[in-house]
């Protein structure tokens, strides 16, 4: 009866009362439990955090990096967000740890930017990470795009407007004979151009005049009237006393001996330029 008391009690304890602790869930099957990694970090691995890359986010929640979109950038290590490039910087690529700086010829106005803006014919800009385009002054222009200076008007040229694309020619009766011109500057009285784009006026020589500023032209004298004989003649003269007497155009000046003309009551010019009556422009 003792033998048999002493299997019983040996029966029980394999069978349960003092049993040998089980595994935990799946460590059998070989599968690890993970937890969340704190902002800023990732998972490398199924069972490690990292800190997350600059050119990345990492929220911490999602155990993923996320690299950062064209347009935004990241410098820092362990990060939770990416940074919006500002206005005159971009960036184009995925990832990228530092924004860049628009070049000279370019601009960007905008945040949150993947490229620049080529600067517009008649615009400039002459430092970098430019957030606007900058007009060419009076006196200047630009006929190209991505300009990072404007160009000085030259004598016979002129601009008026900022922002202009292209250098004015003087036209008749006008000229510039400075770097920059602004506006042009009309002939004096005395003084003609007939052409276009010049630097300097003639003046009206001996026999003809010009009254008038602005003019492309001279006036002959009427008969009976005669002009300086130096040149920059403004107005005629009326020949009188013992010298009454002149041709038409004389360059001559006025003389005893008549001619056959009829002496003009008047020789002035029409305020419109027109030359007066029986008299020519030339």
């Known amino acids: 009866m003792v033998l048999a008391s002493s299997f019983v009690s040996a029966f029980v304890m394999l069978s349960g009362v003092n049993a040998l602790p089980q595994p935990e869930e799946g460590a059998l099957s070989g599968r690890v439990v993970t937890t969340s990694c704190n902002p800023g970090s990732y998972h490398n691995s199924t069972t490690t955090c990292a800190v997350c890359p600059a050119g990345s986010s990492c929220d911490g929640t999602s155990g993923k990096s996320q690299l950062c979109n064209p347009g935004s950038y990241q410098p820092n290590k362990n990060s939770t967000s990416c940074i919006v490039t500002a206005a005159g910087y971009y960036t184009n690529q995925k990832g990228a740890t530092q924004a860049i700086a628009c070049s000279t010829g370019s601009y960007q106005p905008n945040k949150n930017s993947t490229s620049c803006v080529d600067t517009p014919a008649g615009y400039y800009t002459n430092q970098v ?106 107005n005629p003269v009326n020949c009188t006393g013992s010298k009454p007497n002149a041709w038409p155009a004389s360059g001559d000046g006025c003389i005893a001996t008549a001619t056959d003309c009829v002496h003009a009551k008047s020789c002035a010019q029409f305020a419109n330029g027109t030359c007066p009556a029986e008299t020519f422009t030339g």
């Not at 020619?169 to 500057?185: C, Q, W």
């Open 129 to 234: 990470a430019a957030t606007k385009a900058i007009a060419c002054s009076p006196g200047s222009y630009q006929p190209n795009k991505k300009s990072n200076s404007c160009i000085a008007t030259t004598s016979g040229y002129y601009t008026s407007l900022p922002g202009s694309i292209a250098a004015v020619p003087t036209t008749p009766g006008f000229f510039t004979n400075v770097t920059g011109a602004i506006k042009a500057t009309p002939c004096n009285p005395g003084t003609y151009q007939p052409r276009s784009n010049e630097s300097f006026c003639y003046g009206a020589p001996s026999g003809r005049f010009q009254g008038l500023s602005g003019q492309a032209a001279v006036c002959g004298t009427c008969c009976g009237w005669a002009a300086p004989l130096v040149n920059n003649n403004v």
